[in-house]
């Protein structure tokens, strides 16, 4: 019979918030550059352990520590450039929302256990509810406010793992959920009491079970999409100035990366140069020795150009990657979907130049979201696009898929990082969409770093961060739809929303069963 007695904390809550904050800062040492996987569990092991019993006002505040440890040293680039308050900020912002999360799945710990009976509810039901409510946390910060940040998921963390190939069945999201699962069943077959000797081989069935479970997913193989030839892409990183406050006239980045793309003149049977975002500092159709660098670079290896520079159209101005032909110049466009707030962009602007003037006013103009489809046709063969901050995006990333790219070629900047782990983060997402979507990536940076991906996450070639170099290479192409393209939104939707609901489910039995119990007359 389920129990009406709300459980016990197993930590007082002068120990949960120090224990919750040391998974924080595992859960970071799991992410690049040092990439240790196996802390991600841990992690979230103590960050669950915190919260179990806990009411909301201190499963709040452990979720709090959790969320600061965590971001505080997750994306301390962001000071790089600008000092501590946007950093400060930013990881204040987001564990606001951890600690949101926490306090919903505290109430899970206090509330499925007074409505369910039996060990499977509490080793299987338990486990997936807290889960999901994992997961929408992630949802809800992965697109909120401002296009949100869905930065740091604990998906993402398993890139180096045995569990990675699962996210070719079911998103990053669905990751997610599998590894906070595997965790909080694993605590509550810790935490059942034991039934006596003579039951001892049944106590053992859980953990059998729980080990098989984690067994079957590492051992399941990536979805295999369908190998249709390959495309020779000559990719240049040209180690420009091309930071912020890189001190540079116009043009300086377009000479470097025509520097370090001289060396592959002649090369032959080039499909396409990829230069990186930000690769083009003039505007060919004002500029004559940009356009004619443009036509020679085109010209000299007998393929599009495929670059990115800032575009302007009346008020308004876009991060916009273009395809160049040699003679015929702009042939296909697409500007950022996602750019980034406070840092492309400033939403609301007037309110916090209000706050934050001096921050604020550093960001001269305001980028605008792009509309056009991410896929440009370079000669019969289709390529999906991402411009830096988008390839975090799920719903860009699987439309591109969707509208039959082939390969994935991301361009990005990281200039304004070098020397922080920036960019093997964004590396390791790139690596991970390569896996998720059974498409070889191109990801190429303005410094580093800069790798092509195989479909099953391994480097094909790679250039060291923080010089300029070429690469050119035969880029396998594939067709083909992987589950995680086809029903990944309803993956996440189910997962997250699911959960949400079943929570409120629980909590409304729970109410009402208190209501009925109040009702009983004393005997």
């Known amino acids: ?33 040092v990439a240790w996987w196996p802390m991600a569990f841990i992690s ?18 452990a979720g709090l520590a959790y969320g600061l440890a965590f971001y505080l040293m997750n994306v301390d680039f962001t000071s790089e450039w600008v000092g501590p308050v946007p ?11 951890v600690a949101a999360g926490a306090a919903l799945i505290a109430l899970a710990y206090r509330w499925v256990p007074r409505v369910t009976a039996g060990r499977r509810a ?14 929408a946390r992630e949802a809800v910060t992965g697109g909120f406010p401002y296009g949100g940040f869905p930065w740091g998921r604990v998906g993402t963390s398993q890139v180096n793992g045995p569990l990675i190939e699962v996210v070719s069945w079911t998103g990053t999201a669905g990751l997610t959920f599998l590894v906070v699962a595997v ?18 081989s049944r106590n ?50 377009l000479e470097t ?38 036509d020679r670079v085109s010209r000299q290896l007998d393929a599009p150009l495929l670059a990115n520079r800032i575009d302007q159209r009346g008020d308004a101005y876009f991060n916009m990657s273009f395809l160049w032909r040699a003679g ?12 980034v707030p406070f840092g492309e962009y400033v939403p609301d602007r007037v309110f916090y130049d209000a706050i934050a003037p001096d921050l604020i006013r550093m960001i001269g103009r305001d980028y605008t979201p792009g509309r056009n489809t991410p896929v440009f046709d370079i000669d019969g063969t289709l390529a999906g696009l991402a411009i830096c901050f988008d390839v975090i995006y799920d719903a860009l990333v699987w439309e591109g898929a969707r509208d039959g790219a082939r390969v994935y070629l991301f361009q990005t900047n990281n200039a304004d990082f070098r020397g922080t782990d920036e960019n093997l983060q964004q590396l390791a997402v790139a690596r991970l969409r390569a896996i998720e979507t059974g498409r070889a990536v191109v990801n190429l940076s303005t410094v580093g770093t800069s790798q092509v991906i195989a479909t099953d996450g391994t480097t094909i070639e790679g250039l060291p961060a923080d010089e300029p170099g070429h690469m050119l290479t035969d880029v396998p192409l594939h067709t083909g739809l992987t589950p995680a393209v086809i029903v990944g939104p309803w993956v996440h939707g189910v997962l997250s929303w699911g959960s949400v609901a079943a929570l409120v489910a629980f909590g409304l039995v729970v109410r009402l069963r208190a209501r009925r119990h109040a009702k009983t007359p004393a005997p």
């Open 328 to 339: 015929e110049g702009v042939q296909q466009t697409y500007d950022k979907r996602n750019p």
């Open 1 to 33: 019979m389920p129990s009406d007695a709300a459980p016990r904390p197993l930590l007082p809550l002068w120990a949960a918030v120090p224990v919750s904050a040391a998974g924080g800062l595992l859960l970071d040492v799991a992410f690049p550059s």
């Open 122 to 135: 509490r080793l299987v039901l338990l486990p997936a509810v807290v889960a999901g409510l994992w997961t």
């Open 44 to 61: 979230v092991a103590l960050g669950l352990l915190a919260l179990i019993g806990r009411r909301i006002g201190g499963a709040f505040l």
């Open 183 to 200: 965790v909080a069943a694993a605590i509550e077959m810790v935490r059942m009491p034991r039934r006596g000797r003579s039951r001892r």
């Open 257 to 294: 990366q025509y520097e370090a793309t001289m060396p592959l003149f002649g090369a032959e049977d080039v499909d396409v140069v990829l230069w990186p975002e930000g690769s083009v500092d003039l505007d060919p159709a004002e500029s004559l020795t940009a356009a004619s660098a443009l």
């Open 204 to 253: 053992l069935l859980p953990p059998m079970a729980l080990v098989a479970v984690v067994a079957v997913l590492a051992l399941v193989p990536a979805w295999q999409t369908t190998p249709a030839g390959t495309m020779r892409v000559a990719s240049v990183q040209g180690n420009g100035p091309a930071g912020y406050f890189d001190e540079r006239t116009a043009g300086d980045v």
């Open 87 to 97: 950093w400060l900020a930013l990881s204040a912002f987001e564990a606001l929302f």
